[in-house]
């Protein structure tokens, strides 16, 4: 299978500075997007260095071939970003949001922890790939088939409890799934996702073949929206 890739992030029209990165290692066939955690200093510090300490990792090893790698390369960025804001700060530390993948012949393994997320789009429909490490979703999984849908305040969707940097216990989500010519799939930050719903994503997906036309609409759409936030999105469409 050929892949075509294209990563690129915008500062929005709020934010003083952009503390999203992303990652294309088109050689390694690795990509990554990175979302500095809001509240927590150096936040451009903390995502730049994971993104790059993955990248690293990965080097190294030459890849990352299954799940039990992913998880060893994240706990080995975790760790770095750890030790970076114990010496930058040591009252706050620094953290990051992480959603990754690496293809490996038919299939590709996803990594991830925080609110950033990957989808999956193909002609049949949208999957999502990651589930967010957000107060409101543990509230979301808690829910019985019965249950009324409760009030979250907003904030609950944007109060992580997994992320890189932290003292927490570190718990990477990591997945392997098929995949398929035709399909396409995208990593993103909230910047996106809070703007533009997986419905619209896929049709932007599928109405072109080139990824950079759908990375450049998507975060042209989050702006015209209001750009509240950083808008970071890398494409890989699958050939």
Same mark, same amino acid.
Request: negative net charge.
């Given at each position: %299978?050929?892949?075509?890739?294209?990563?690129y992030?915008?500062?929005? =029209?709020?934010?003083?500075?952009?503390?999203?990165?992303?990652?294309?290692?088109?050689?390694?066939?690795?990509?990554?997007?990175?979302?500095?955690?809001?509240?927590?200093?150096?936040?451009?510090?903390? #995502?730049? %260095?994971?993104?790059?300490?993955?990248?690293?990792?990965?080097?190294?090893?030459?890849?990352? *071939?299954?799940?039990?790698?992913?998880?060893?390369?994240? *706990?080995f960025?975790?760790?770095?970003?750890?030790?970076?804001?114990? #010496? =930058?700060?040591?009252? @706050?530390?620094?953290?990051? @949001?992480?959603?990754?993948?690496?293809?490996?012949?038919?299939?590709?393994?996803?990594g991830?922890?925080?609110?950033? #997320?990957?989808?999956?789009?193909?002609?049949?429909?949208?999957?999502?790939?990651?589930?967010?490490?957000?107060?409101?979703?543990?509230?979301?999984?808690?829910?019985?088939?019965?249950?009324?849908?409760?009030?979250?305040?907003?904030?609950?969707?944007?109060?992580?409890?997994?992320?890189?940097?932290?003292?927490?216990?570190?718990?990477?989500?990591?997945?392997?799934?098929?995949?398929?010519?035709?399909?396409?799939?995208?990593?993103?930050? $909230?910047?996106?996702? $809070?703007?533009?719903?997986?419905?619209? %994503?896929?049709? %932007?997906?599928?109405?072109?073949?080139?990824?950079?036309?759908?990375?450049?609409n998507l975060?042209?759409?989050?702006?015209?929206?209001?750009?509240? $936030?950083?808008?970071?999105?890398?494409?890989?469409?699958?050939?």
């Amino acid at each position: %299978m050929a892949l075509k890739a294209y990563g690129y992030s915008d500062i929005g =029209l709020h934010r003083e500075q952009n503390e999203d990165s992303f990652l294309v290692a088109a050689d390694q066939q690795l990509y990554a997007v990175a979302d500095g955690i809001g509240g927590l200093p150096h936040g451009d510090k903390a #995502s730049g %260095m994971a993104v790059e300490c993955l990248r690293l990792w990965a080097q190294e090893n030459q890849g990352i *071939e299954n799940e039990n790698e992913f998880k060893a390369a994240l *706990e080995f960025v975790n760790e770095a970003v750890t030790e970076e804001g114990n #010496s =930058l700060t040591p009252s @706050t530390g620094i953290g990051t @949001t992480v959603s990754a993948i690496v293809f490996n012949g038919a299939s590709v393994l996803v990594g991830h922890v925080g609110d950033s #997320s990957a989808f999956l789009f193909r002609k049949q429909g949208a999957g999502k790939l990651t589930t967010d490490h957000t107060i409101a979703q543990e509230i979301y999984d808690k829910l019985g088939p019965d249950d009324e849908m409760p009030s979250i305040p907003e904030y609950y969707h944007h109060s992580l409890t997994r992320c890189i940097g932290q003292p927490s216990a570190f718990e990477p989500d990591v997945h392997n799934y098929d995949i398929y010519q035709g399909d396409r799939i995208l990593i993103c930050t $909230d910047g996106i996702t $809070d703007l533009i719903e997986p419905e619209e %994503m896929q049709n %932007m997906a599928l109405g072109t073949d080139d990824p950079e036309n759908f990375v450049e609409n998507l975060i042209r759409t989050a702006n015209q929206r209001g750009g509240h $936030d950083n808008s970071t999105a890398v494409a890989i469409f699958v050939s």
